[in-house]
Nanobody
Framework: QVQPVESGGGLVQPGESLRLSCIVS????????VGWHRQAPGKARELVAS???????HYEDSVKGRFTISRDNAKNTVYLQMNSLKREDTAVYYC???????????????WGQGTQVTVSS
């Protein structure tokens, strides 16, 4: 069973940094597209950054230049380096791993449980 597990959240002050990690169990991690999503209280979940199996990267506009997503296939891990954090970055951050199954002819998606990031002075 594929299971993403996030870590690295915490409480930081504005302007500080955090690095989130998402470890995805399973032996075909390199075939997965992985995205970091976040959900603030009272708001919809939104995609923050994603990286495909081929290394194509996308960022949501509000985090461009501050966040960096990367992957280490040897460690089954995707990272989200978050610099210059702002109060509005406060949210639960979720990792989603997905791939297209040629057997099932559909996208298979797996979510982690989330990690809390709080930016406050």
């Amino acid at each position: 069973q594929v299971q993403p597990v996030e870590s690295g959240g915490g409480l930081v002050q504005p302007g500080e940094s955090l690095r989130l990690s998402c470890i995805v169990s399973g032996n075909i991690f390199s075939s997965y597209d992985v995205g970091w999503h976040r959900q603030a209280p009272g708001k919809a979940r939104e995609l923050v950054a994603s990286i495909t199996d081929g290394g194509v990267i996308h960022y949501e506009d509000s985090v461009k230049g501050r966040f960096t997503i990367s992957r280490d296939n040897a460690k089954n891990t995707v990272y989200l380096q978050m610099n210059s954090l702002k109060r509005e970055d406060t949210a639960v951050y979720y990792c989603k791993a997905q791939r297209y199954s040629n057997v099932d002819h559909q996208w298979l998606a797996y979510w982690g449980q989330g990690t809390q990031v709080t930016v406050s002075s």
